[in-house]
């Protein structure tokens, strides 16, 4: 059983770090709006496809822990 406790925080990790990435990303796209240097529509749409990205790559992770999780419970 350690071994999917240690698989479920790697994948935990894993979710923080896809959440920073998006808080920075985000933050870019409210700094270069702010600058005009791209308009808001572009904004909220490029807001659009980062969430879209975010949520693909946490089904991901999801995906991949639940392999993990099955074949450590066969072993």
Not at 19 to 44: C, F, G, M, V, Y
């Amino acid at each position: 059983m350690t071994l999917v406790k240690v698989a479920r925080s790697d994948a935990e990790g894993a979710r923080i770090a896809i959440r920073n990435i998006r808080r920075d990303a985000n933050s870019t796209l409210k700094e270069l709006l702010k600058e005009k240097e791209i308009s808001e529509d572009a904004e909220r749409g490029a807001g659009d496809t980062i969430q879209k990205l975010t949520d693909s790559v946490m089904k991901q992770v999801d995906t991949i822990l639940a392999q993990k999780e099955a074949a450590l419970m066969e072993v």
